[in-house]
């Protein structure tokens, strides 16, 4: 196996820290029909695209950038960036896909493309439209440190990536708890708030009211989402493993609508992608992550208290408990459930929009996630509103701090290692209560 | 009639094919004896991976690759199965899901010298394409295409009828009792366990047979062939042609790929040309196969809600238990 301890170092930082400016690289392919006007060969395309640093502060073209083009044949084409940052290539224009290849190892020392995008992009030309392809770059900090240096960083990282998953687990662990549905579409509502907050923000709306705006669009698609579909579902007596297969249904419908509306592009915030980084000890910082740490924390114990102390949430857990018992001593359960229905959807979308900032915004964003929400909750013990947070927490360290003696795409072996591991010995998980469960 | 051949065509391709043999394996599991595995594409990739690499880097002669594959794929079912097959049904359903897409990025990051990434293993069916008897195109489909084709429906039918057999003896009928309510079974002094595990590695080895159909179809393996799309579109394919049904996978099968390739036949034509039928602000061509599989999704949970037993099933026996 390959060990890359700098490297996934290197991506890390970039990624969850964010201490590194962002750079985005447009390219855009215009079909045969704008050309021919220009006189040009009809049976050629022109793939025109630029690549530039666009951060807060404004953007920098990037020179020198090396893309290839490969067509329907097979055939490569490469075109190297200007000094602007622009570059053209004409391919034979074929039916079929074409794939769009940034090298990397011809940007300029330091930038890197960022953990989760795509290269090389394939597109299908159609011949009618302009198709643009999206390649976000960050800046790759190349510092090579030693190993132990790394990891009260990579505590950090997992502490934090663990505390805004915990919000996604959380939702997912009350919906189970009150419904026993295993809730596979879970991850759809995570990508939700970061879409709807990405197209807020662009629209023009500052980022933290547009956060606010989606997580409480999420909270009436989640009272919708129960309401119009799933309690008509259990008022027929579908079975808790029938639902469990639709809920999967939802997830390929909702994760492919979401592709439809962005095209499978790779995006970032408008704002505060690359916030100044602060020293503190061996860890870098920034103020943005300690405004997404005390949202997220807010959220958690707010939720956790109101379970405890107000009336509803007395009722939720009298629900979680015991359906039917709740149900004769006055507890209208329906209501229980789509209220926790719309709670855990506001939770998963702010997850979402706080992962947004830290990880590129597309159409699978949660869904990439879902696999650490599920290992997280099964850990905490399945239903248990204190086990969701624990065992987010420690996931989300253990995933973060894998990357230290793992290649990074790997990490989410070290998530699957605990929820074996711990099915094996303690199959209630940390927190659960020990009851048959087999 | 260019849309509806082309459909028919689809319905019996080398996809249909390796998909059909997929969801034979998850009926054993999940049709029969009630096991949710959502990890299937795991199945197929160990299976493809370990013929791959036991032709290619271990230069193994053909059945030696072979049977690396299928022993991979029963080593998978014993490692997901011992720690799960004795809790609740959403434990298996979560650990497998989980299972199949670790190997994903297992095969797509670790060992780049042996699995090649993401480009994956290729250039080891030159072997099998020399038993090649075709030697001209039918019907429209490739020589190399007719060999896998014919080799993959021949498993079909083989399988089928294996599957036949075991079900209506007296390991069948313990597998569909224990579907139907474990503690009755075990109260009578069966080994619940090891019957469970025995579907889970029977079906495992089956899917891992699909597996083979497919590296030999593209004469090479990718991760990204084995993502969990494929898992739920198997998933789809056996609850349309009904579970528990020895029929079932195979009419769900061609029944699925020659449906999707009439949709895909139908948006194409709609969206192509210079004045659209659907206007391309609405739809572009290169849309066509997410709405393809919004529209599989959405057969998936009305299937599910209304008509659970499928094409040919029984409605009772998919009143599944928690």
Redesign the interface.
Known sequence: MRLRPALSLALLVAVLVGAAPTAVATASIAGRTTLATRGDDPETVKVTGKLVNRDDTGSTPVGGGRVTVTDASGAEHVATSRPDGGFSVEVPFEAGPISIKLDEGSLPRGVTLREGSRNPITRTISGTLPLTVTFVLGKGDRRTMSWADQVPQSLFNGLYFGLIISLGALGLSLIFGTTRLTNFAHGEMVTFGALVTYGLNVAGIDIWPAGLLAALLAAVFGFAQDRFFWRPIRRRGTGVLAMMIISIGVQFILRNVYQFFTGGRTETYRQYTTPEGHQLGPITYSVRDVVCVAIALVLVLGVTIALKRTRLGRATRAVADNAALAATTGIDVNRVITTVWAVGALLAATCGMLLGFSQAVKFDLGALQLLVMFAAITVGGLGSVWGAVLGSLLVGTLIEMSTLVIPSELKMAAALFLLVGVLLFRPQGLLGRAQRIG | MDILTSALRAGFSVDAAYFCLAAIGLNVQFGYAGL?N?GQAGFLAVGAYGFAVGSVSLGLPFSAAIGLGLLCSVALGLVLG???L??????L???T???A??LR??F?????DVFHGRDGISGFSAAFQAANPFDHPFLGYRPSDLWVMTVGWGLVVIVSVFVWSIMRGPWGRVLKAIREDEEAVRSLGKNVYAFKMQALAIGGLIGALGGFVVALGQNSVQPDNFSF?LT?IV??ML?LGGAARIMGPVIGAVVFWAFLSLVGGVLDALTAG?DPTIP?WL?????IG??R??L???A??LL??YR?QGIFGNRKE?????
Do not use: K
Not at chain 2, 318 to 322: D, G, K
């Open positions: 949710i959502f011992l720690p799960t004795r809790l609740r049904a959403d434990y359903a979560i650990a899901i989980a299972a897409e670790v990025l297992f797509g990051a670790a060992f780049q799309d739920f998933c789809t609850v210079q391309a739809m572009t061509g290169d849309q997410t709405i599989f919004v599989v999704g959405v998936l949970v599910m809600i659970p998919m009143a599944l238990h928690a």
